[in-house]
């Protein structure tokens, strides 16, 4: 639920966003912060920057949960550790708060995020893929052939695009 909220808000603010400068000709935006400024005196609402702010913070909130959610059920259930809460939520936001406090671009920083995370992702998938299919761990939930071949399709596409992401910056342009 707190992903889908997260998707909801990014499209939302993704649609309003490009509404909003396309409309009045703005195309040179490519960054939070300017579009943050121009939103107050194009759309003439005093509201707009707050509830832009407010957009990404619960945006924000709600990915940043379901990532601590996900850890913690991986921990307890598969590997046994208990963490208390607060050194969860600790672990959790210091990154966060770590890139606030040493006042490092937030465009790049959420560049480089989503990079790793693209690097990331597959090690999660193909992890799930290995758990999920085993009727040992699983019981009747485990996933049916068909599931597991959409899943390692999945990963593959993605360590695909990283390789090629790879290769275009290190070795060659396509």
Do not use: C
């Not at 050194?87 to 989503?114: G, K, N, Y």
């Amino acid at each position: 639920i707190a992903l889908m909220l997260a998707l909801f808000v990014n499209a939302a603010i993704l649609i309003v966003a490009a509404a909003v400068f396309f409309r009045t000709g703005h195309h040179e935006i490519g960054d939070i912060q300017g579009a943050y400024k121009l939103l107050t005196p194009i759309m003439g609402v005093g509201l707009a920057t707050p509830l832009f702010a407010i957009a990404l913070l619960a945006s924000g909130l709600s990915s940043s949960a379901v990532g601590t959610l996900a850890g913690q059920i991986i921990m307890e259930g598969f590997v046994g550790w208990r963490i208390p809460i607060w050194a969860r939520r600790l672990i959790t936001m210091a990154p966060a708060l770590i890139v606030i406090a040493l006042r490092f671009d937030p465009t790049e920083t959420l560049v480089l995020s989503q990079v790793v995370l693209s690097f990331t992702l597959p090690v999660a998938i193909i992890l799930l893929l290995y758990f999920t299919r085993r009727r040992d761990v699983m019981g009747t939930l485990a996933n049916h052939r068909v599931t597991n071949i959409l899943g390692w399709l999945v990963a593959a596409v993605i360590i695909g695009l990283n390789a090629l992401l790879l290769y275009q910056v290190f070795g060659g342009v396509l």
